[in-house]
């Protein structure tokens, strides 16, 4: 009788006090492909967890150092530990005592003695069950991630819309204050050609004018030119887009 799925490689773990019934029950694990490893005491099965944590605990109820029933609880207790599948093997077939040890949290709770068939049958359920778990766990981490790359790419598409739609108000912008403000920088640099015989005060304002259209147009230009959103805190809560370039050249900054 062949009972392993298609991949027979999972480890077990034997607990078991007794040196002809685990060499009975590794034999039989063997004849179906798992690896199985026996230990005689809790203290031991302890030390086999921690260093290498199984895919099954096989654990005997009556134990020399303890109850196997105080190690079920250990496990079940610990978050990274509480998916490992226990199935308790015990001479004691009352009722009672296979609800307790139920309730330690154990997968399966298997009288003594039992038929191999029956046991092979309950490893594979443990293990089908633990198999279940991890590919429902591994699905769920993909969802996350494809989540994630989901919402990702839906920001970049709105970043990108919003750019689009400044570049489209830039082209806007500048087909209606172009014209009219080279009509403004034009006048303003002709009467500055003179400026020698124009009052100190009005040669002044005159520069401040022309400072100012071209400080406009450099603006519209960087709308228009815009290719990555950027911005910057205007108040406290409150951001605008940051229209000024990451590395000014030497010597900008747009005066006349």
Do not use: F
């Given at each position: ?8 490689r ?16 590794s ?6 492909g ?10 031991k ?19 020399p150092?303890?109850d ?34 139920l ?17 092979l ?136």
């Open positions: 009788m062949t009972l392993a799925g298609p991949d027979a999972e480890r077990i773990l034997l607990v078991e006090d007794s040196p002809m019934q685990a060499a009975m029950v034999e039989l694990l063997a004849q179906q798992y690896e199985s490893r026996w230990e005689a005491t809790l203290a099965a302890r030390e086999a967890i921690r260093d290498s944590p199984p895919d099954l605990l096989i654990l005997d109820r009556i134990l150092d303890g196997g029933e105080q190690l079920c609880r250990e496990i079940k207790a610990d978050p990274a530990m509480r998916d490992l599948p226990v199935i308790i093997l015990t001479a004691r077939d009352r009722v009672e005592e296979r609800v307790e040890g309730r330690s949290g154990a997968d399966d709770y298997i009288p003594k003695p039992y038929h191999s068939e029956e046991l049958a309950r490893v594979y359920g443990c293990l089908r069950t633990l198999a279940l778990k991890r590919e429902l766990r591994h699905k769920a981490e993909e969802l996350t991630q494809k989540n994630q790359e989901l919402v990702a790419a839906q920001e970049r598409i709105i970043r990108m819309e919003r750019l689009a739609a400044i570049g489209e108000v830039g082209l806007a912008i500048r087909h209606e204050i172009n014209n009219p403000l080279g009509t403004i920088l034009g006048y303003a640099q002709l009467l500055l050609l003179e400026a020698k015989s124009l009052p100190e005060e009005v040669r002044k304002r005159l520069e401040a004018i022309s400072r100012g259209a071209v400080r406009i147009r450099d603006v519209v230009r960087r709308l228009e030119e815009l290719r990555e959103e950027r911005t910057v805190e205007y108040l406290p809560g409150v951001s605008m887009t940051d229209l000024h370039p990451k590395d000014p050249e030497p010597g900008g900054g747009g005066k006349a």
